[in-house]
């Protein structure tokens, strides 16, 4: 439509400017007939001149004016339509996303149904069950963020976070995906110089997700996918480190022609292979984006039908909370894994957690070295076997050394493949647990812990997320503390109740920020200990309410007592509108009780001042 405009104001102008030359040249023709005077036609063919120039320059500039004019409304179409196309593509593109970790919590939670009254099946179900929930929290909130992403205007929510619970809850969740396609996965780390590390955990997370969904996808059945963590000293300074992420697969590879255009916006290589994937080439586009706001780059290592690397290199900042002093008893443990970089890694954490470790590659050398200790009554403390070795396999390797040595040793399968495929086989086989890969040096020291101190002495370690909230159920580490929870929805605050009672809280309800306020101010003195506030609430909203709550302090002292937001606005600027209000934190929903509780302690074990 647009060309058929532009090529009609064309014939337009055109038209006009040969009427206008036109009716100059019959006005001197006429002039001359009339006059015979060679003055006033000289004259009058000059002053035509004239005019036709002024009218050139005119029609030149009014040419430019219409086709800039014709250029932008062209360019501000194809903006539109590929906005409008990248939105309902994005969301088309989400179904599926969003059914990897509901497919994840639908079968741990089948899972954990039929084995009821295994607790340690329980604990490993409901942990990657919260897992998987909080990446489908994170994908709702891409979607609720859609208009950022599309502006360019992506935010960063930089916090703390844990490098081994990021790549424990990403394993957990593409499991299932690769099971269903016979694909060897492994994960792999080294040199890991600082775990907790300050970044956006759930960009940090899309970005991974998206390398190794791609890699599954592109990746034929029976293929082998890697993931794979180092770190090392940041060109930064010593507040940082730089931490390397690659995804590497055999799968169908990229061209060199493609590898230059692969983060454009709905860029699909054009191969039978490819149109038989479901995608719309988008992801890429994104992942690149929060790479670049986080200061990363991408490098890409890939030929067409051998399969392809994503290395992104990130320097991020030290987590300023002191990490847990870790260590072990004296003991001498065995490493048994055909991954020699692996078994080297994991001597080096073991070293630094107090430990003497041997590393061997293959089953047969593992009961050579276990056979030689036994015999001088030496015998190893704990034996780490991989599930997956060359010829002699983990189970069958602790089968042997199971009839060799009987059962005073404790045998631990690792493995990044889920124990449950395996658990009954390796039990009987006189496997007593398993540690999941990747191998950080806090996996190592909980799950070693867990077979060799006594249960008294590692009742503080909080490993286990449902041990966790059970001990704190039964001491009521809260009890006594008034509580003041301003939120309009009925369920949420009968959850609040259920939740905040377990750890001894007691809760006034208020349904409106309004009817806040007017608690507090009808309150004795330091009645209320804390104030969890919803923001979006009839009458008044929670950013009023705690702006109110902070006015009186003219007139209470303790009008500092802690507010924390407790909402569903999860994004960046919905925290710093929280903060600015004067509140102390913010807790998104649905309520994570392990962070309710180190708020709590937080502010609890502080004396707060005006």
Known sequence: MNKIRARFIKITQVTLTLFIILLYFCQSIVLWTLTKNTVVIYFTIGLSVFNIAVMFCVFFLYVRLSN????????????AEQASKAKSEFLANMSHDIRTPMNAIEGMTAIAAAHMDDRETLDNCIKKIGA?????????????????????KLLLNMDNASLREIIESIVSIVQPQM??????????IHNILCEDVICDRTRLNQVILNFLSNAIKFTPEGGRIELGLSQKPSPEGEPYVRTTLYVKDTGIGMSEEFKKKVFDTFSREDTDFVRRVQGTGLGMSITKYIVDAMGGTIEIDSTVGKGSVFTVTLDLLRSVEKEE????????????????QLCETVKQSLEELGVSADVVLDGEDALVKVEERHKVSEDYDVILLDWRLPGLSGIETARKIHKLIGDAVPLILISAYDWTDIEETAKQAGVNGFISKPLFKSTLYYGIRKYTVPERERSKDGEDLTRGLAEAEKSKPFEGKKVLVAEDNEINWEVAQQLFGMIGLDLDWAQNGSECVDKFKASELHHYDAVFMDMQMPVMNGVEAARKIRALASEREDANLPIIAMTANAFYDDIQNCLEAG??????????????????????GERRHT
């Open 132 to 152: 998987a929930s909080h990446h489908l929290l994170g994908l709702i909130n891409n979607v609720l963020d859609m208009s950022k992403i599309e502006s360019g």
């Open 325 to 340: 002093d870790m260590s072990l008893p004296q003991m001498n443990i065995l490493v048994v894994d055909d991954d020699r």
């Open 583 to 604: 509140m102390d934190a913010h807790v998104s929903k649905p309520i994570d009780l392990k962070e309710v509780i180190r708020l709590l302690t937080e502010y609890f």
């Open 179 to 188: 099971k269903l396609k016979s694909q060897s996965f492994d994960v792999c």
């Open 68 to 79: 800039r004019y014709i250029a932008e409304s062209e360019s501000a179409r194809k903006v």
